[in-house]
């Protein structure tokens, strides 16, 4: 019996390694983007420090086996279960000590984690055990626990309970070993009183961390954004802030500003109106991204519009701008116009699935910070969009700053005009942003930039929009390469040109 009890725990210790790690790769992916980078590096630093771990077992005497790993279990429940907090809000009040602490936690954990099956082996090696059952059915186990918390992490754990949540549940789940551990062999555990006692205390502390994630949360959110949050919420796919001070709101995704209300007029007229202007036939038109419909409300205001398809991947950002009151004044309740049709999908995979063809396209993306997003900036995914696009249609992208990042825009720029688009690229200025980019690209037609507006607008004229397609001297066009998917160029260009801005 007693070696069931050890074998199954190795399942749960295996669940909790695993889920400290990956919440180690989300929680730095959305706070410093480049998810490959951040899993690839956090992963290699765990599997490093679990051979470290794995090698120091082999000094603790046999007859400290348990005692060790009750300690074991403690500590790996202590700080893996505190991590995602203590990261969350280090990055939010004091950002500079962030990286070096990720990866001293993640070595920390990893290299106790490594300690765990090794010492699990030794206590249940013994003579009426064949050494090759014995392996096998602890890696069995420890196998079947990573499996188990793959699947539930990212369908369940990260979108319902959140990471800081989610990380003093496993936390719990660690000490409850401990705690199985002591009642099952009280009778072989040194210091039994000590340890108990010392479990209750971190078990109490983790609840009462669990209990107050939320508060947790908002405190680190008010940290990083200052203003009061009015909305937050964790899904599969993203962390979504919206904040509020005085009539200013704004939106953050993953801590990155999207829009202020006070200026998203300029950036959304800039993104929408010199397209549609242009077509005054236009009848049918694909948005993709932009769920908050700040875009759809500058689409529908023109009445030859008969039919718009957003398609979103994330159904709580389109969910929020539909029925929270404050997020659906801001897009005139664009989403309950009887023209507009709601998609949440991958992109690139409903363009693949979908015959609909579309006279302009609106593609309103986030910046191409990670591969993830890079590869909706991609060869592949324009020449896609093309085949939806009447062939004297137009589509626009959101194409970062041509000012802070101009690498990265013109290599945009060349990768609409790698599958046979013409391209004209414009700029404007959005106080919240800066200089910010869009490139205007058909099939066919032969473009003109507006010089006048069928629709009254707060910011466009004549003389802005004949200046948002002149480039002065210090954002003058590069020769850049294409982004195409094996390498995505475009995701280390953005990445280097905002770091030299920062520097």
């Given at each position: ?10 399942f749960?210790?295996a ?13 730095s ?10 899993f690839s590096t956090?992963?290699?630093?765990y599997l ?5 771990g ?7 005497k046999?007859e ?13 429940g ?7 907090a203590?990261?969350?809000l280090?990055?939010?009040w004091?950002?500079?000590?962030f ?7 993640v ?5 106790l ?7 699990v082996?030794?206590a249940?090696?013994?003579?009426d ?9 602890v890696?069995?186990?420890d196998?079947?626990g ?23 549940l ?9 705690l199985?551990?002591?009642h099952?062999f009280r009778r ?5 009183t000590?340890?108990?006692l010392?479990?209750?205390?971190v078990?109490l502390?983790?609840?009462c961390?669990?209990?107050a994630s939320?508060?947790?949360v908002?405190?680190?959110?008010h940290?990083?954004f200052?203003?009061?949050i009015?909305?937050s919420t964790?899904t599969p796919y993203?962390?979504l ?16 500003l ?6 998203e007029y300029?950036y959304?007229?800039?993104l929408v109106?010199?397209?549609l ?5 236009a009848r049918?038109?694909l948005?993709?991204g932009?769920g908050?419909?700040l875009a759809?409300?500058?689409i529908l205001?023109y009445p ?5 398809t957003?398609v979103d ?6 969910a929020a701008?539909t ?10 309740g664009?989403?309950?116009?009887k ?12 363009l ?5 063809m ?9 910046d ?10 991609s060869?592949p ?8 696009l009447?062939?004297?249609g137009?589509?626009v992208v959101?194409?970062?700053s041509?000012?802070?990042?101009p690498h990265?825009?013109w ?5 609409l005009?790698e599958?046979?688009l013409?391209?004209w ?5 959005v106080?919240?942003?800066g ?5 205007l690209?058909?099939p066919?037609?032969n473009?003109?930039?507006?010089t006048?507006y069928r ?9 802005t ?6 480039f002065?001297?210090d ?6 390469a294409?982004?195409?998917?094996n ?9 280097q040109d ?6």
């Amino acid at each position: 019996m007693t070696k069931k009890i050890l074998i199954l725990s190795v399942f749960v210790v295996a669940s909790c390694g695993l889920a400290y790690e990956l919440i180690a790769g989300a929680l730095s992916s959305y706070l410093l983007g480049d998810s490959i980078l951040q899993f690839s590096t956090i992963i290699g630093c765990y599997l490093f420090a679990m051979g470290v771990g794995a090698h120091l077992s082999k000094y603790v005497k046999d007859e400290d086996v348990l005692s060790r790993f009750v300690d074991i279990e403690l500590a790996v429940g202590l700080i893996g279960g505190v991590s995602a907090a203590v990261l969350f809000l280090t990055f939010a009040w004091m950002a500079a000590p962030f990286r070096t602490l990720l990866y001293v936690m993640v070595f920390l954990i990893g290299a106790l984690v490594g300690m765990e099956v090794p010492l699990v082996m030794r206590a249940l090696n013994d003579r009426d055990t064949a050494f090759n059952e014995l392996v096998s059915r602890v890696l069995t186990f420890d196998y079947l626990g990573a499996l188990a918390v793959s699947l539930l992490f990212p369908l369940v754990l990260a979108p319902h309970l959140g990471l800081v949540r989610t990380g003093f549940l496993f936390g719990m789940l660690n000490v409850g070993v401990a705690l199985w551990t002591i009642h099952v062999f009280r009778r072989e555990l040194e210091n039994l009183t000590g340890r108990l006692l010392r479990a209750c205390a971190v078990m109490l502390l983790l609840v009462c961390g669990f209990a107050a994630s939320d508060r947790m949360v908002y405190w680190g959110e008010h940290g990083l954004f200052g203003d009061e949050i009015v909305f937050s919420t964790t899904t599969p796919y993203q962390r979504l802030v919206i904040t509020r001070w005085k009539d200013d709101m704004r939106l953050y995704i993953n801590g990155n500003l999207q829009f202020s209300s006070r200026d998203e007029y300029r950036y959304h007229e800039a993104l929408v109106h010199p397209a549609l202007q242009a077509l005054p036939w236009a009848r049918r038109v694909l948005v993709l991204g932009g769920g908050d419909g700040l875009a759809l409300r500058e689409i529908l205001r023109y009445p030859n519009i008969e039919q718009v398809t957003l398609v979103d991947l994330d159904p709580a950002m389109t969910a929020a701008f539909t029925t929270r009151d404050e997020l659906a004044k801001l897009n005139g309740g664009a989403f309950k116009d009887k023209r507009v049709k709601v998609v949440n999908a991958d992109a690139a995979v409903w363009l693949q699935n979908n015959r609909d063809m579309f006279d302009a396209a609106i593609i309103d993306f986030p910046d191409p910070s990670s591969f993830a997003l890079g590869k909706l900036y991609s060869v592949p995914f324009y020449g896609l969009v093309q085949k939806h696009l009447a062939a004297n249609g137009l589509m626009v992208v959101q194409s970062t700053s041509p000012f802070f990042a101009p690498h990265a825009y013109w290599t945009i720029d060349a990768t609409l005009r790698e599958v046979g688009l013409r391209t004209w690229p414009y700029h404007a200025y959005v106080p919240s942003f800066g200089e910010w980019g869009f490139i205007l690209a058909s099939p066919q037609l032969n473009y003109q930039p507006p010089t006048a507006y069928r629709l009254p607008m707060r910011y466009l004229n004549a003389d802005t929009t004949r200046e948002m397609f002149s480039f002065p001297p210090d954002m003058k066009a590069l020769p850049m390469a294409p982004n195409r998917l094996n390498t995505q160029s475009l995701v280390h260009e953005f990445e280097q040109d905002w770091r030299r801005v920062i520097r």
